[in-house]
């Protein structure tokens, strides 16, 4: 079982200068992902770069669940 600052760790190492949040109940996880790295990217591909961070986790099934919102720091500004 992942805790949260797990998740995030994992997803801070793989992002320029990224702001994770992360939250969730140890088998399913909601996560804000804000990172320069996803500017000019769709949101289904911002989605796979952070699955691709978590994928061993995922299929060892010791990560459950996780919804992603994957912003660029200007969308996270104008919210």
Same mark, same amino acid.
């Given at each position: 079982?992942?805790? !949260? =600052? =797990?998740?995030? =760790?994992?997803?801070?190492? #793989?992002f320029t200068d990224a702001q +994770?949040?992360?939250? #969730?109940? #140890? &088998?399913?996880? =909601?996560?804000?992902v804000v990172s320069p790295d996803f500017? #000019?990217? !769709?949101?289904?591909? &911002?989605? &796979?770069? +952070?699955?691709a961070l978590l994928q061993e986790h995922i299929d060892s099934e010791v990560l459950h669940a996780i919804s992603l919102r994957t912003l660029t720091p200007a969308q996270r500004a104008a919210e």
């Open positions: 079982m992942m805790n !949260p =600052q =797990q998740i995030k =760790q994992l997803i801070e190492t #793989g +994770v949040e992360v939250a #969730g109940d #140890g &088998r399913h996880f =909601q996560a804000l500017e #000019g990217a !769709p949101m289904l591909k &911002r989605h &796979r770069m +952070v699955y």
